[in-house]
């Protein structure tokens, strides 16, 4: 099936440090998401991008739609201990009917 | 709004048993989804349904496994016989549309069901 490659696969940084996770694809993809998931939870939505070239922010985070639409990266700026997770991004094909594929996941530690 | 509410949080059986786990959608959402997550693999797509018809069940590992929405308020992921490699934690998700096609639809996730399965 489709797949989109998420990296790195985890990460450990000091609090205060910024953070940049990215999910490339070789399909073309119409809509990228990107998703935090806490410990024993599921995931919950970050930032949606719906046009190639967006740049969009929420608060310290800033994700971008890729130009070619396959690729989009998530930053984390002044990373603090609660940003403690697994980051997923997830991407919509270009074609009808398909539901939302996800990457596998970026874990970020952070020590205070 | 509760949320997408599951259950059990947490099941452990035996390899060969019948396991149901079940899930409560968002009131109003016409989209359901069932994921597996494993280190392995990740988040996968297992089948998700449009107003209570199953859609697209192409990510069913197998004849083991299958699921119902009987209603628009209820669905069920049916394992059986379990196996070990079945072990995962699966999550429920509801959306009112298909995520993605429209400006600020989100997926709505439930806490998941940790599966064990011995």
């Known amino acids: 099936g489709q797949q989109l490659n998420q990296s790195p696969q985890s990460m450990f940084i000091q609090e205060g440090e910024d953070v940049s996770m990215n999910c490339t694809s070789s399909s073309i993809f119409n809509t990228w998401l990107w998703y935090k998931q806490d410990p024993g939870e599921g995931p919950v939505l970050l930032i949606a991008?719906?046009?190639?070239?967006e740049l969009t922010s929420n608060g310290r985070l800033t994700a971008q739609f890729g130009i070619t639409r396959k690729d989009s990266f998530l930053n984390i700026s002044a990373s603090i201990p609660s940003d403690v997770g697994i980051y997923f991004c997830?991407?919509?094909?270009?074609?009808?009917?398909?539901?939302?594929?996800f990457g596998k996941g970026t874990t970020l530690s952070v020590s205070s | 709004d509760a949320g997408v509410i599951q259950s059990p949080r947490h099941e452990v059986t035996e390899m060969g048993q019948e396991v149901t786990l079940r899930c409560k959608p968002i009131s109003g959402h016409d989209y359901l989804f069932w994921y597996r997550q494993t280190m392995m693999r990740g988040l996968e797509l297992l089948i998700y349904?449009?107003?209570?018809?199953?859609?697209?069940d192409s990510g069913m590992p197998e004849d083991r496994f299958s699921a119902k929405m009987p209603n628009a308020s209820f669905s069920t992921l049916k394992i059986q016989p379990s196996e070990p490699r079945d072990s995962a934690v699966y999550f429920c998700a509801s959306s009112f549309s298909l995520p993605g096609t429209a400006t600020n639809e989100k997926l709505f996730f439930g806490s998941g069901t940790q599966l064990s399965v011995l």
């Open positions: 997830a991407g919509y094909l270009l074609q009808a009917g398909t539901a939302l594929i």
């Open positions: 991008l719906y046009k190639a070239g």
């Open positions: 349904f449009n107003n209570n018809v199953p859609i697209d």
